[in-house]
């Protein structure tokens, strides 16, 4: 059974910085595709970004794109997530998931199977 465990997240003020970081407890990080997602209060959950399990295929929500940056650390087992120049709009939830396979996309949250319980970011203006 794989766990999920995100840290990182808090209250910041517009135009400032946050990294999160998700812990994998298994002993196959390696092999799964990491993915993050948000969601904002009455929302629907959306994606942010993906990396595959080599680090070297990435992708980004257009939202995000120039300002969030993705990676990972294999050998310890975490993904991190580094967002730059935050909004207020950025404000949600964010959730880590982990893929077993890369279904072409791994975009869309039906694609994962493990998710992490999700870590608050709060962008004050």
């Known amino acids: 059974q794989v766990q999920l465990v995100e840290s990182g997240g808090g209250l910041v003020q517009a135009g400032g910085s946050l990294r999160l970081s998700c812990a994998h407890s298994?002993?196959?990080?390696?092999?799964?595709?990491m993915g993050w997602f948000r969601q904002a209060p009455g929302k629907e959950r959306e994606f942010v970004a993906r990396?595959?399990?080599?680090?070297?295929?990435?992708n980004y929500a257009d939202a995000v794109n120039g300002r969030f940056t993705i990676s990972r650390d294999n050998a310890k087992n975490t993904v991190y997530l580094q967002m730059n120049s935050l909004k207020p709009e950025d404000t949600a939830v964010y959730y880590c998931?982990?893929?077993?396979?890369?279904?072409?996309?791994?975009?869309?949250?039906?694609?994962?199977?493990?998710w992490g319980q999700g870590t608050q970011v709060t962008v004050s203006s």
């Open positions: 998931a982990a893929a077993k396979y890369y279904s072409g996309s791994n975009c869309l949250d039906k694609e994962y199977d493990y």
């Open positions: 298994g002993r196959t990080f390696s092999r799964y595709e």
């Open positions: 990396i595959s399990w080599s680090g070297s295929g990435k």
